[in-house]
């Protein structure tokens, strides 16, 4: 997926139309399809997107999450959609130092977010178990990001020296 000619199939064949489903869709239905569409042609051409196909460490960690997500979720009809969204933005992520480096610069932000106390945990025993299939307690006071709250002050001090 990073050297030629398979790069040149991503960018072209897979890359190229997402971006334009994207950015003339009008429903979240439209985006559906075209990660559908994406996920499908690269399964095709290169198969499920594993650890042993992969050598990024970010990959490898997205790759997990991923199947850590799939172990909770119980909603067969967003399954197929989340999925998808998860495959193309980890073929993204490995594929892209563009598209990695600029994630990275997300997550620090979103980390920032949590430590500002601007990012609000997940409510209490959510998502719901209709859906959902998480140990409880789950939630609330028992996130990460309500116990990184918690130690603001002692991590935006390490942070800041």
């Known amino acids: 997926m990073l050297k030629p000619p398979l790069r040149e199939f991503v960018i072209d064949k897979i890359k190229a139309p997402l971006q334009k489903v994207i950015e003339g869709a009008?429903?979240?239905t439209q985006v559906t399809s075209g990660l559908l569409e994406a996920s499908g042609l690269m399964k095709e051409k290169f198969g499920e997107i594993t650890r042993q196909n992969t050598i990024n460490k970010t990959t490898h960690a997205l790759i997990d999450i991923s199947n850590r997500f799939f172990q909770h979720e119980r909603n067969p009809?967003?399954?197929k959609m989340f999925s998808a969204a998860f495959e193309v933005f980890i073929a993204q992520i490995e594929h892209d130092i563009y598209y990695k480096?600029?994630?990275?610069?997300?997550i620090e932000e979103i980390i920032m977010a949590i430590l500002n106390d601007n990012w609000e945990?997940?409510?209490?025993?959510?998502p719901d178990s209709s859906h959902w299939n998480?140990?409880?307690p789950y939630g609330?006071?028992?996130?990460i990001i309500s116990k990184l709250k918690r130690h603001r002050e002692e991590i935006l001090k390490i942070i800041s020296s």
Do not use: A
């Open 26 to 28: 009008v429903s979240l």
């Open 77 to 79: 009809k967003r399954e």
């Open 101 to 106: 480096d600029r994630f990275g610069w997300i």
């Open 121 to 126: 945990e997940r409510t209490n025993g959510q």
């Open 134 to 136: 998480e140990d409880p």
């Open 140 to 143: 609330g006071k028992h996130s």
